[in-house]
C-alpha cells in the first residue's frame, strides 16, 4: 500500500478541521486534511448560519465552509478528497488509512471527523432510502417543491428543517414524540407560527408506505396510553431530523469514548487518552454541537498540536 509520512494529520473538515487547519498552517506544521465524506462538514447541509459571530445578516453555511477551506489554503493546509477508514493508535507515528488504499503515518493526529445524523431504526428508512426517505432538508427539499412532507424531531435542527421545508412544500408535518418541542424559543416560535406547519405531538412514526417511493406514514398518536391510537397520513417525503451519531467507530479500539461513543476528552483541552491524539468538534462534544464551539475546539487542538510537536 502506498504510504506516506506527515508531521499532522487533520481528519476532518467541518468548523473544527478547518480551523486547526489554518492555526496549524500558521504556526508551520505542514497540515495535511483529509475531507471525509462531506467536504465542509454538516454545515453544508444547512442554509444560512446566523449565529456565527462577524456575519451580522447571516451567512450562507457553504460560503463560510468554503472562506474556512480557502483561509486554510491560504496558511499553507494541504486539504484532500478521502475517507479514513482504518486506524492504527497503538504507536507512533500514527497509522491512518484513506480510502482503503493509502497509509498515511502522523506524528500528531486531530480528529475533527463530526457527527452523522440519527435515524429510527425502520426497516422502511432502508426500503425507501432515496425513494423519499431523508436526512438533510437542504440537500433533498428541492424535490419536494409543491408536496406534502413529514419531518421527525423536536430540536433545533427538526424546526430549521420544517420551517425550511416549508418555504418549498405545499405542507410540512412535525412528528414530535413528546407534548412539547425541545428546541429554542426563537425556533418553536417560527413553527408556531408558520400556517404552513402542523405540529402533531406525541406522535410517533412506525412505518411507511407506498409503491412507488413514499406515499404515506403510518403514525401511531400517544404511544403506550390508554387511548393510544393508529393511522395512516398521506405524505411524499420523510425528513429524520433527531439528533446525530459521533463519527468515532475507527478509533474506539484505542480511544475512550463515552456511552453515545463521543471521544472523551481532559477537561476543557481536546486531548485524548493518547498523547498526540487530539479530538475536536462535534466527535467529542456531546453538549454544545455548534459551528463556532467546534471551531474554538479545532483552535485548541492545533494549539495542542503544535506543543506536542515540539516537544
Ligand atoms: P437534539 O438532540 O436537540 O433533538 C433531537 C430531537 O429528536 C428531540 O426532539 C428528540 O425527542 C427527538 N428524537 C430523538 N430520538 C427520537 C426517536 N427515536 N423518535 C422520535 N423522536 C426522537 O438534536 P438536534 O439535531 O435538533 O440538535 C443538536 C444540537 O445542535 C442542539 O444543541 C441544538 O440546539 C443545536 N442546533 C442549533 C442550531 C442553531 O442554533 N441554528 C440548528 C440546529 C441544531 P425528545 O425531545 O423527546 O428527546
Do not use: W
Not at 123 to 151: L, N, Q
Amino acid at each position: 500500500m502506498e504510504t506516506e509520512k506527515v508531521r499532522l494529520l487533520i481528519i476532518g473538515s467541518g468548523p473544527a478541521g478547518y480551523t486547526a487547519a489554518i492555526y496549524a498552517g500558521r504556526a508551520n506544521l505542514s497540515p495535511v486534511l483529509y475531507a471525509g465524506l462531506q467536504p465542509g462538514g454538516q454545515l453544508t447541509t444547512t442554509t444560512i448560519v446566523e449565529n456565527f459571530p462577524g456575519h451580522p445578516q447571516g451567512i450562507d453555511a457553504n460560503q463560510l465552509m468554503e472562506d474556512m477551506r480557502q483561509q486554510a489554503v491560504n496558511f499553507g493546509a494541504d486539504i484532500r478528497n478521502g475517507v479514513a477508514t482504518k486506524a492504527d493508535l497503538s504507536s507512533r507515528p500514527f497509522k491512518i488509512t484513506i480510502d482503503d488504499e493509502k497509509l498515511i503515518e502522523a506524528d500528531a493526529l486531530i480528529i475533527a471527523t463530526g457527527a452523522a445524523a440519527r435515524y429510527l431504526g425502520l426497516e422502511d428508512e432502508k426500503k425507501y432510502a432515496g425513494m423519499g426517505v431523508s436526512a438533510c432538508a437542504t440537500c433533498d427539499g428541492f424535490f419536494y417543491r409543491k408536496k406534502v412532507v413529514a419531518v421527525v424531531g423536536g430540536g433545533d435542527t427538526a424546526c430549521e428543517e420544517a420551517t425550511y421545508l416549508a418555504s418549498l412544500a405545499k405542507k410540512v408535518y412535525l412528528i414530535v414524540r413528546k407534548p412539547f418541542l425541545r428546541a429554542s424559543k426563537i425556533m418553536q416560535e417560527r413553527v408556531m407560527q408558520n400556517e404552513k406547519i402542523e405540529v402533531l405531538f406525541e406522535h410517533n412514526a412506525e412505518g411507511l408506505f407506498g409503491d412507488n417511493g413514499v406515499e404515506g406514514v403510518h403514525l401511531v398518536k400517544r404511544l403506550g396510553e390508554p387511548d393510544e391510537s393508529h393511522y395512516d397520513l398521506p405524505i411524499d417525503g420523510f425528513f429524520l431530523a433527531i439528533g446525530h451519531k459521533p463519527s468515532s467507530d475507527i478509533f474506539k479500539d484505542y480511544l475512550e469514548v463515552d456511552k453515545a461513543g463521543y471521544i472523551v476528552t481532559e477537561g476543557a483541552t481536546p486531548r485524548t487518552n493518547i498523547p498526540g491524539v487530539f479530538a475536536a468538534g462535534d466527535v467529542a462534544d456531546p453538549h454544545y454541537r455548534q459551528a463556532i464551539t467546534a471551531a474554538a475546539s479545532g483552535c485548541k487542538a492545533a494549539i495542542e498540536a503544535e506543543r506536542f510537536l515540539l516537544k
